[in-house]
């Protein structure tokens, strides 16, 4: 309750019960003559001096007021009785020494032997005394001196939340040499590191996933976060948060990693953004994730949560954060029917101001963006049903690997499109060579050194259909559908086919790589019931569902990190659920079973068992 509201409430019990003493009859006569019955005065004690808290107490034992807004009440009317009892008294205090130095100076200023007595009239005194009372009471609301315990106002406009999980995984691979009929080049170890060498003279395998080997670990999830209220609409908010590496799809942290031994583990900074909603309803939060809601706008820049509207994992990971500005902005134009908006353009990667370092002769940028847009809206179709659609374009640009100008690379540490290779990569997309590698000065035949990078042999610019459903006629156990659906229009599968290096089926008759195999679709589909929200303990759901993601319907480094230990080319059911046992501290299980849909044989089964708390 603001305290406006507690004011007026305060007021308001006062008056009535002004009112209650003003109308009770005294003496009163029927028709008859006869005197009616007298009020009577109740020979129970108060429980305070004050008739307002008197009268609150009462309220509270009617069920007309909660506990804790009685309280509220009780505390505020102390705490204003405390401030002009000190008011007051340091207004006579100050008055009478205003009236003592008066005296003083009139004597100083008349003749040797002359009395004067100095008069201050009753007014003026009065006046004196309201005018220190609205300054001693206007310094102790600034400073909060008259309520001991209290924050000051700063602090009271931020806020803190943080998180901690820790999780079992286990994962298991099937048996019968399934998965080592083909092997998973790791791309992403060769583009973050040193290039591999594609030549007859390199004898050793690229660095490859395990497929085979089943592991088990325990995982730790930490994270801090900050938020507070500017002026004139503005917030800022800072979250930091543990992880293994910078990879931007995890934040957990393999207890044991980072070199064993109890190695101490990064922090890192997940979070650092700067909002701007000049006017806001949190309705639309709570339907739909959008920050905002009916005739609301907000503005994000920095590093935020994911501002578009995504009920699934399938096109984004849950922990991604995104780097730039985002808009967003909702505005109800029915009753129950709200439509909302949002856009955005974010940069994913860019180029060193040095690249290639090594060398005289720069090469040109190669910046990379997402640009993206989101038209959807919330409707209400009735009470216990509600229906949240959304439909979104985005366009990555400059993330399609190029090949390289002629480079001989016994004369130059670096090609001209090295820099197209992703940064960071998980599994599942199509990669085609990038250096045009050419041989050295002065061949003279046979066999030479051909270190590669590799990059993405698609353009990217999918577009999702977004939808849930939500049924609570069985409150508060609701049921809950949630589907979504991408496809990549930038794909082109002949011109992939001529340069893709992964993601091709077998040719059986010479037993070497065959034709490609990838796609450019995917989709989603969920079902939850229980509790929309574990908040204390008791509080449950459970949910099933199946994914089906092509390699290059998504670029593979945002999507899910947990289905088939991440990226795309991935099919498979999944199943788990939640269980409150506390307030605030829940527990989850999940499993996961995934196959490979194109290229290289791949299967893999994951479960997770976590425990989590947040405040």
């Known amino acids: ?65 909660t506990e804790e807004q009685g309280a509220a009440l009780i505390k505020q009317a102390e705490e204003e009785a405390y401030i002009a009892r000190e008011a007051s008294r340091d207004a006579t205090v100050k008055a009478d020494e205003a009236a003592k130095a008066a005296t003083a100076a009139a004597a100083a200023a008349s003749p040797p032997g002359s009395k004067r007595v100095t008069y201050v009239p009753e007014v003026v005194k009065r006046q004196l005394r309201d005018d220190i009372r609205k300054e001693v009471m206007a310094q102790a609301k600034a400073e909060n001196w008259a309520s001991p315990g209290m924050y000051p106002e700063w602090a009271s406009r931020i806020r803190f939340s943080g998180d901690i999980r820790g999780r079992y995984e286990g994962i298991w691979y099937p048996g019968g040499g399934y998965n080592s009929l083909g092997q998973i080049v790791d791309f992403n170890a060769i583009n973050t590191g040193s290039p591999y060498d594609v030549s007859p003279l390199t004898q050793t395998d690229p660095p490859l996933y395990n497929t085979t080997q089943d592991r088990t670990r325990f995982r730790l999830r930490a994270r801090l976060g900050m938020e507070a209220d500017l002026y004139e609409g503005f917030t ?15 934040g957990n942290q393999t207890l044991g990693g980072s070199g064993g031994n109890f190695s101490k583990y990064a922090i890192w900074l997940d979070r650092a953004f700067v909002k701007f909603e000049p006017f806001k309803n949190p309705g639309l939060t709570k339907l739909t994730g959008i920050s ?100 979104a374009y985005y366009d990555f640009s400059n993330v399609q690997g190029q090949l390289s100008s002629p480079c001989d690379i016994s004369t130059q540490t670096a090609c001209d499109t090295d820099h197209y290779r992703p940064s960071f990569a998980q599994k599942g997309n199509t990669y085609m060579p990038l250096r045009d590698i050419v041989p050295p000065a002065g061949w003279g035949g046979g066999v030479y050194a051909q270190p590669q990078y590799f990059g993405l042999a ?81 509080d449950w759901n459970a949910h099933v569902g199946y994914k089906y993601l092509e390699s290059d319907a998504m670029i593979d480094a945002f999507v899910d990190s947990d289905f088939g230990l991440g990226g795309t080319n991935l099919k498979g059911y999944f199943v788990g659920g939640n269980y409150g046992l506390a307030k605030n501290v829940w527990a989850s299980a999940r499993w996961m079973s995934a196959n490979a849909i194109a290229g290289a044989p791949y299967a893999v089964d994951v479960f997770q068992l976590d425990l989590n708390a947040k405040f």
């Open 1 to 65: 309750m603001s305290k406006k509201k507690k004011r007026r409430l305060g007021t308001s019990l006062v008056a009535a019960s002004l009112l209650m003493v003003s109308v009770a009859p005294v003496v009163a006569q029927d028709g008859s003559g006869k005197q009616a019955e007298r009020p009577t005065v109740s020979k129970k004690k108060a429980v305070a001096s004050s008739t307002t808290v008197n009268l609150v107490n009462l309220l509270i034992a009617q069920g007309t007021l």
């Open 236 to 250: 800022a908010g800072l979250r930091i948060g543990t992880g293994s590496d910078s990879a931007p799809t995890s």
């Open 292 to 391: 905002g809601a009916p005739n609301s706008v907000a503005i994000n820049v920095g590093r935020f949560d994911n501002p578009f509207w995504s009920p699934t994992d399938l096109v984004w990971n849950t922990n991604l954060g995104f780097d730039g500005i985002a808009g967003q902005a909702a505005y109800e134009v029915l009753p129950g029917f709200t439509p909302f908006v949002v856009g955005g353009a974010f940069p994913i990667f860019n180029t060193s101001l040095d690249f290639a370092s090594t060398q005289a002769v720069k090469f040109d940028s190669a910046d990379k963006y997402l640009f993206g847009g989101q038209l959807g809206f919330n409707w209400n179709i009735a009470p216990d049903v509600g229906l949240t659609f959304g439909a």
């Open 458 to 538: 698609s353009a990217f610019r999918p577009v999702t259909l977004s939808a849930r459903l939500d049924l609570a006629q069985f409150d508060p156990i609701n049921i809950r559908i949630d589907g979504e659906y991408v496809w990549n229009t930038a794909f082109n599968k002949d011109a992939i086919n001529g340069v893709a290096v992964n993601n091709r089926g077998p040719d059986i008759s010479t037993s070497t790589p065959g034709a490609f195999e990838g796609g450019n679709s995917g989709w989603m589909a969920r079902l939850t019931v229980g509790n929309t929200k574990i908040a204390g303990f008791g």
